[in-house]
């Protein structure tokens, strides 16, 4: 979930940066501290069980330390372990900040923190500072709300390992024995030299063409050769999901997109038989059965 | 003297696990620095510190494993790839895409290959059969993708780039067809090529510059060679590379339906 969409409370936040701005706290800690409360109201008023969880809990109960204005909402947390509720909301305060007074009359807080422009490249880059210490830091801690909340379903997840992995190798090990059995069995075809002279009757295109092919004997070349197949079908395909708004991924829900993809793959499907098995010399009908297969791979 | 004592198999498998050449093939916290024992936290393990875990995730949602979902489609079409590249790669030893008029070296190496290579026709067949099969399963794959809806948001983008793998696939396998240089190759390729030959304004200058000439000849063959074995696939790894990413990125299997 993106920071934005985290709901806030916003009296909750303007009251709680006052006072953290009032005991002379750094800006931006204050306003992390207000942002933290501020989503625990929120998440207090809008009945989010806080006891779902014990670490929910936790951080949940503290809300009900403000003042009047957030105790009624606060009351389901009360069904929470009662030490929770001791936590002070101080706590977080203990990390050494170094305490920047900032006058309290600063501008009515906003509801997310001012964007912080970078100073613009001097061309200077920057030296450490004298007898600082060869190190920096990776790592920080902060409270949960403070900068944003991831939240996710875990839902029924289960390991990669062993599960998705067996399944992939036995699929592929499958394939590979029945390509290995029919390679074994079967010959790809090597006719004679190729003689630029001599026209083999049919010629015929590679199969995943003979759709494109057999289409030309109904349109205009202009038409099914460009036109159509590669241009239309595939830009029609790759254009699908902009065009298909519809969020449903249920089948009942998608009728429309089912049907007229299912009618594409067929009519691809049909016209690469038909071309495939159903043209013999001279590209003329012919009927597999009695004439025979003009077809090769 | 004393007896010598051997150490038994799992002394010494652990004496070289405490090696640095061990040490520095396997990353801390891989299941083959310190043994896998059947439990959750060892079953993360073996996803975290392997070269899968930019192929896979550590957990997945459970309807994914499900067989008629997904088929294995997409899987086994990346495995066709790889049985191509390297099924391809032992016939790149044994074959020339030199075609002159009257001695078409590619065509003796095909017979070659058939007749005197160490298991050239097993790999020849295998290639070749795996190729149709790999063009099947991909469009196959993009049935499944749609039928599923995956393609909605936020998998969009990475349906263009299935399209443009499909593409890719397409041209990597007529490319192919081709290199045989027998009757049938030339006049697929003629054939197909001349349906390309259709496109309005520059039909001609496409069919020139697919064909390297106004017919399929000898330039054509090694312009299709170099466009089989090296700059299709150089392509399709990087769009395969981004489909994989997106895959995760975008929450990794669809569904359930």
């Known amino acids: 979930m993106a920071r934005d969409d985290t709901p806030l409370d916003q009296e909750?936040?303007?009251?709680?940066?006052?006072?953290?701005?009032?005991?002379?706290?750094?800006?931006?800690?204050?306003?992390?501290?207000?942002?933290?409360?501020?989503?625990?109201?929120?998440?207090?008023?809008?009945?989010?069980?806080?006891?779902?969880?014990?670490?929910?809990?936790?951080?949940?109960?503290?809300?009900?330390?403000?003042?009047?204005?957030?105790?009624?909402a606060a009351a389901p947390a009360a069904a929470a372990p009662a030490p929770a509720a001791a936590v002070p909301a101080a706590v977080p305060a203990a990390a050494p900040v170094a305490a920047a007074p900032v006058p309290v009359g600063a501008p009515a807080a906003t509801?997310?923190?001012?964007?912080?422009?970078?100073?613009?490249?001097?061309?200077?880059?920057?030296?450490?500072?004298?007898?600082?210490?060869?190190?920096?830091?990776?790592?920080?801690?902060?409270?949960?709300?403070?900068?944003?909340?991831?939240?996710?379903e875990q839902g029924d997840?289960?390991?990669?390992?062993?599960?998705?992995?067996?399944?992939?190798?036995?699929?592929?090990?499958?394939?590979?024995?029945?390509?290995?059995?029919?390679?074994?069995?079967?010959?790809?075809?090597?006719r004679e030299l190729a003689n630029p002279n001599l026209t083999p009757n049919p010629s015929k295109a590679p199969w995943y063409f003979l759709g494109l092919q057999e289409l030309l004997r109904y349109f205009h070349p202009m038409v099914a050769g460009v036109l159509f197949a590669p241009t239309l079908v595939l830009l029609a395909l790759a254009v699908a999901p902009f065009v298909d708004r519809n969020p449903s991924i249920r089948p009942g829900d998608r009728k429309v997109a089912i049907t007229l993809f299912t009618m594409l793959i067929?009519?691809?499907?049909?016209?690469?038989?038909?071309?495939?098995?159903?043209?013999?010399?001279?590209?003329?009908?012919?009927?597999?059965?009695?004439?025979?297969?003009?077809?090769?791979? | 003297m004393a007896k010598l004592k051997l150490p038994t198999p799992s002394e010494a498998l652990d004496r070289v696990r405490e090696t640095e050449v061990w040490k520095s093939i396997f990353r801390p916290g891989s299941i083959f620095r310190r043994g896998y024992r059947d439990t959750s936290r060892d079953r993360a393990l073996a996803t975290m510190n392997n070269v899968l875990y930019h192929l896979h995730p550590v957990k997945m949602k459970r309807h994914g494993l499900k067989l008629t979902?997904?088929?294995?489609?997409?899987?086994?079409?990346?495995?066709?790839?790889?049985?191509?590249?390297?099924?391809?790669?032992?016939?790149?030893?044994?074959?020339?895409?030199?075609?002159?008029?009257g001695s078409a070296q590619a065509y003796t190496d095909m017979q070659n290959i058939r007749t005197s290579v160490f298991f050239g026709d097993l790999v020849r067949n295998l290639h070749r059969w795996g190729a149709h099969l790999m063009v099947f399963s991909v469009t196959l794959h993009m049935a499944r993708v749609f039928y599923t809806g995956s393609y909605k948001p936020p998998r969009e983008f990475n349906w263009v780039v299935g399209v443009?793998?499909?593409?890719?696939?397409?041209?990597?396998?007529?490319?192919?067809?081709?290199?045989?240089?027998?009757?049938?190759?030339?006049?697929?390729?003629?054939?197909?090529?001349?349906?390309?030959?259709?496109?309005?304004?520059?039909?001609?200058?496409?069919?020139?510059?697919?064909?390297?000439?106004v017919i399929v000849g000898p330039d054509t063959l090694l312009r299709w060679y170099v466009l089989h074995v090296l700059a299709l696939p150089f392509v399709l790894v990087i769009f395969l590379s981004v489909h994989f990413w997106r895959i995760r990125k975008d929450g990794g299997i669809s569904g359930p339906l």
């Not at chain 1, 009251?15 to 002379?24: F, I, P, Q, W």
């Not at chain 1, 390991?159 to 079967?186: D, G």
């Not at chain 2, 099924?87 to 020339?96: A, K, P, V």
């Open chain 1, 12 to 72: 909750t936040f303007d009251r709680v940066l006052a006072e953290e701005l009032g005991k002379g706290v750094d800006r931006r800690v204050a306003e992390g501290r207000a942002r933290s409360a501020a989503v625990r109201a929120a998440r207090a008023q809008s009945g989010e069980a806080p006891a779902a969880t014990p670490a929910a809990a936790a951080a949940a109960t503290p809300a009900g330390d403000g003042d009047g204005a957030t105790a009624p």
């Open chain 1, 111 to 152: 509801l997310t923190a001012p964007e912080r422009q970078a100073p613009p490249p001097s061309g200077n880059v920057p030296e450490p500072k004298k007898g600082a210490p060869e190190k920096h830091r990776l790592l920080a801690l902060v409270p949960p709300e403070g900068i944003q909340r991831v939240e996710r």
């Open chain 1, 157 to 190: 997840r289960i390991n990669v390992w062993p599960h998705l992995l067996i399944e992939e190798f036995v699929a592929m090990m499958i394939v590979l024995a029945a390509l290995t059995i029919f390679a074994t069995f079967v010959n790809a075809p090597l």
């Open chain 1, 266 to 297: 067929m009519f691809g499907a049909v016209l690469t038989i038909i071309g495939s098995f159903f043209r013999g010399t001279g590209y003329n009908w012919v009927w597999p059965w009695a004439q025979g297969v003009f077809f090769e791979l």
């Open chain 2, 69 to 101: 979902y997904t088929f294995c489609l997409g899987g086994l079409s990346f495995f066709l790839f790889i049985l191509l590249t390297i099924t391809g790669i032992y016939l790149m030893f044994f074959y020339r895409p030199a075609a002159e008029l």
């Open chain 2, 164 to 213: 443009l793998l499909l593409f890719l696939t397409l041209g990597l396998s007529f490319t192919g067809y081709l290199l045989p240089w027998d009757q049938l190759a030339v006049w697929a390729v003629t054939v197909g090529t001349s349906l390309a030959g259709y496109s309005p304004l520059i039909a001609k200058q496409a069919n020139f510059l697919l064909l390297g000439g």
